[in-house]
């Protein structure tokens, strides 16, 4: 703007102080409510943020949206499981280990428990990854007694490769339309077909071999 008052030239410098004192503290509540809650699309927020600071152009703008990130959904989690940890040996359980196994099928507790049994740390990191594969491989945990230590090794690099993926999302979103909410939009787009396709592809093969 070469030829904006400096008014304007003001005020536009003080728009992104503000943004970025809003945006990263409502990223790291949103991705740490998600992760308790799991029926907030986290990912998709995460893939939105990257937008906004692949646009941005900043280089510690996407520095920031990866460890905010990564770090809400590790508190998230670790939180989650302890909430889950006091159901589990409680003689009542808990609200939070009931609202876990109201989301798991059988099938999948029984596929999650399998696969723990031979990999623990490596399925915890790949269930961060699984679109709908993080649940049920906690309450795996829980109901097999995992310690919280040995949770929290296997979830901190599973935060940090979720977060990674989700921010690369956004970089590609925003990397192919010059406008930010063209990205915001493909990003999300992006990350609800990734959630959604493996439960239909799941009734599918369910319907078919019915």
């Not at 893939?47 to 703008?61: E, K, L, M, Q, R």
């Amino acid at each position: 703007m070469p030829n904006a008052p400096p008014a304007l030239l003001a005020a536009a410098r003080d728009v992104a102080p503000a943004q970025e004192a809003v945006g990263y503290p409502s990223l790291f509540l949103l991705v740490l409510v998600g992760s308790l809650v799991p029926v907030v699309p986290t990912g998709a927020i995460v893939s939105s943020a990257a937008v906004v600071a692949f646009h941005d152009g900043a280089a510690y703008a996407l520095l920031l949206v990866f460890a905010t990130a990564a770090l809400a959904a590790f508190l998230g989690d670790v939180a989650l499981y302890w909430l889950g940890s006091r159901g589990v040996r409680s003689r009542n359980g808990s609200r939070w280990l009931d609202r876990l196994r109201e989301r798991v099928a059988p099938e999948q507790l029984a596929n999650a428990q399998r696969k723990l049994e031979r990999h623990r740390i490596p399925v915890l990191v790949l269930s961060r990854l699984m679109p709908a594969g993080r649940i049920p491989v906690m309450l795996a945990c829980l109901l097999g007694r995992m310690p919280l230590r040995t949770f929290v090794r296997g979830n901190f690099p599973a935060c940090l490769a979720w977060a990674a993926t989700y921010q690369l999302i956004g970089i590609l979103g925003g990397s192919l339309f010059p406008e930010p909410w063209q990205g915001v939009a493909a990003a999300v787009l992006l990350t609800v077909v990734i959630s959604v396709a493996p439960p239909v592809w799941r009734r599918l093969r369910g319907a078919r071999g019915a």
